[in-house]
């Protein structure tokens, strides 16, 4: 296993003031080597202040996002994540594109195991909008806790 030092080594973000990326495609998602990648397990994050444009209206979207995947060799950097996430804040795009995008990109980094995301959605129009992804089937012999973001009821 790598000393702890050198799995940090090219990670450009985490120790600093870092700005937010003015969109997506130029923010930077940064992963580390996985200490544990002989252990099948489930990371979680919960976003629940997730924010993007209406493409058409201009007008601010809220979601709840709750991420789980299984690592494999790499593992995404947190902070990375919260800066990635905080650049959709002026980028339009409906509730399907941004949460599918977020799923694709974390794939497309860290190259997961297994990824699934929740994009629960605050009402537009007063219609509120779940979206769900995921990349394949549960990984066996981990657990994977159910998300209980409930329903919309003024959640």
């Not at 397990?41 to 058409?56: A, D």
């Not at 690592?71 to 941004?98: D, I």
């Not at 537009?124 to 012999?141: A, H, L, N, S």
């Amino acid at each position: 296993m790598a000393s702890k030092k050198a799995i940090y080594k090219n990670l450009t973000q985490l120790g600093g003031k870092t700005e937010i990326a003015a969109s997506p495609d130029e923010a930077v998602l940064e992963k580390v080597a996985n200490p544990h990648a002989d252990v099948v397990y489930n990371v979680r994050f919960s976003c629940p202040e997730f924010t993007s444009l209406c493409p058409i209206t201009g007008q601010p979207d809220f979601a709840h996002l709750v991420i789980d995947y299984v690592p494999g060799k790499f593992l995404l950097e947190s902070k990375s994540l919260k800066l990635y996430l905080a650049s959709f804040r002026n980028h339009g795009a409906f509730h399907e594109a941004c949460t599918v995008e977020i799923a694709r990109r974390i794939v497309k980094e860290v190259k997961p195991k297994w990824l699934r995301i929740g994009g629960y959605w605050y009402p537009r129009g007063g219609i509120p909008i779940d979206v769900f992804y995921q990349t394949g089937e549960m990984p066996k012999g981990v657990w994977i806790p159910c998300q209980d973001v409930p329903a919309y009821r003024g959640r």
